[in-house]
């Protein structure tokens, strides 16, 4: 092997932040998930995609700790194996986790929740103790901005908009500086406005961290994916640019609803 060709697969191999290999769930007799594979990538933002029940979200659970796999390894550039820890030190281990619905503090507002989130080593009562009453750090300052709730910040959670919810958890997210971030369903009940602005906000994320997002919304996932995976039956099906992604039968036939004949016909048009 040449040194430069040695040196290309080396950079290759480093540039991977997360590596789930043969993952396999089984709820019960049912098995949700059958041998996956799923490598993430510095900057990726890289979107799940596929059928309800395709097992996207038990993906990102394996991934995070929630759900325990019966097979299979997650693991990090430092070869940490993901699959041996707890959620906690998962955490710890940089993988930050959002679910579909926001999970803040609604009678706290803004600030007080990027302060919890800021504060994760020490009890809510001494973190909001501690800065309630005193100036936001640089940190949380950038991260306001990010999620453009700057002029938010003494707001009541509860009263913001969902989208300013989505954008809230994201920025607490943020400030436990995590390497990956797994995102379900993130524009899920935005308006057409919020759900623009989410995107633009997961591609400034993506020059910092990776980020994996499952979506439904596929215009959303057009608009805004670098990479995608499509899972059908717990499986992997199709994996590339949303270009490649539409293009393959295979997936317009289980996921878009397109049959085989009907996408040739459509590919001679």
């Known amino acids: 092997m040449s040194k430069s060709l040695g040196k290309n697969l080396k950079s290759t191999e480093e540039s991977a932040v997360l590596v789930a290999e043969d993952i396999t769930v089984a709820f019960g007799g ?7 594979n799923l490598k993430l990538h510095e900057h990726d933002l890289h979107f799940l ?3 309800n029940g395709a097992g996207k979200t038990t993906m990102l659970d394996v991934i995070c700790g929630k759900t325990k796999p019966m097979s299979g390894s997650v693991k990090m550039a430092d070869g940490t ?4 820890l707890k959620e906690h030190q998962i955490v710890r281990k940089g993988v930050g986790r959002k679910f579909q619905a926001p999970s803040i ?14 504060e994760t080593r020490r009890s809510p009562l001494q973190a909001i103790g501690i800065r309630r009453y005193g100036k936001m750090s640089a940190a949380m300052e950038h991260v306001t ?3 453009g709730l700057q002029d938010r ?4 959670a509860g009263a913001l908009s969902h989208g300013e919810k989505q954008w809230l958890e994201i920025g607490m997210l943020l400030l436990q500086e995590p390497r990956v971030l797994l995102l379900d369903e993130p524009a899920a009940g935005m308006t057409d406005e919020e759900t623009h602005k989410t995107g633009r906000l997961l591609q400034e994320i993506a020059r910092e961290r990776s980020v994996v997002v499952v979506e439904h919304d596929m215009e959303f996932v057009r608009e805004f994916a670098a990479k995608v995976t499509v899972m059908h039956e717990g499986k992997l099906l199709k994996e590339g640019t949303m270009a490649e992604v539409q293009a393959d039968p295979k997936v317009a036939e289980v996921y878009l609803g397109k049959r085989r004949d ?4 459509a590919a001679t048009n």
Not at 30 to 36: H, I, L, Q, R, Y
Not at 105 to 118: C, I, R
């Open 30 to 36: 049912f098995v949700a998930v059958k041998g996956m």
């Open 49 to 51: 995609i596929g059928p």
């Open 81 to 84: 194996e993901l699959t041996r």
């Open 105 to 118: 503090f609604a009678g706290l507002t803004v600030q007080e929740n990027l302060t919890l989130a800021a």
């Open 145 to 147: 901005l990010q999620i």
């Open 153 to 156: 910040v003494d707001a009541r």
């Open 262 to 265: 009907d996408h040739a016909v």
